[in-house]
C-alpha cells in the first residue's frame, strides 16, 4: 500500500504561483511514477503532469505545458508541482498519484492505483 498526502492548495489571485506538494509513504518512493491531476466541480478528472521513477522523464498535459512543473526530491519521499501564471480556469480540487507497475508515461486516472485525498486551489480572477 502507498499513503499519499498534498498541501499546498489554497487561494491565488490570476497569474500567481503556487506549488503543491505530494508526501507518499507505505513504499519504496524512489520505485513509483508518480502523477498529478485535477478535477473542478462537474469536470472528469484531468492529467496534469506525470514524472516517471527516476526523475529522468516527464509528461504533461497541454493545457498546463509551460506553466506547471512536476519534479520529485526521493529523499523527502515528496513529488511538487509548480503551477505559474495560474489563471480562473485553473480552480480545482488537485490530486497526486502513483503507480509501481505500470511504465512511464501514464495519463489516465485508471493507470495509477494510489490517490491522495486532493488539495484544493481556487484561483481568483
Known amino acids: 500500500q502507498v499513503q499519499l498526502v498534498e498541501s499546498g492548495g489554497g487561494l491565488v489571485q490570476a497569474g500567481g504561483s503556487l506549488r503543491l506538494s505530494c508526501v507518499a509513504s507505505?513504499?519504496?518512493?524512489?520505485?513509483?511514477?508518480m502523477g498529478w491531476f485535477r478535477q473542478a466541480p462537474g469536470k472528469e478528472r484531468e492529467f496534469l503532469a506525470g514524472?516517471?521513477?527516476?526523475?529522468?522523464?516527464?509528461n504533461y498535459a497541454d493545457a498546463v505545458k509551460g506553466r506547471f512543473t512536476i519534479s520529485r526530491d526521493d529523499a523527502k519521499n515528496t513529488v511538487f508541482l509548480q503551477m505559474n501564471s495560474l489563471r480562473y480556469e485553473d480552480t480545482a480540487a488537485y490530486f497526486c498519484a502513483a503507480d509501481l507497475i505500470r511504465h512511464f508515461p501514464l495519463h489516465l486516472p485508471d493507470e495509477y492505483d494510489y490517490w491522495g485525498q486532493g488539495t484544493q486551489v481556487t484561483v481568483s480572477s
Open positions: 514524472i516517471s521513477w527516476s526523475g529522468r522523464s516527464t
Open positions: 507505505g513504499r519504496s518512493f524512489s520505485s513509483l511514477q
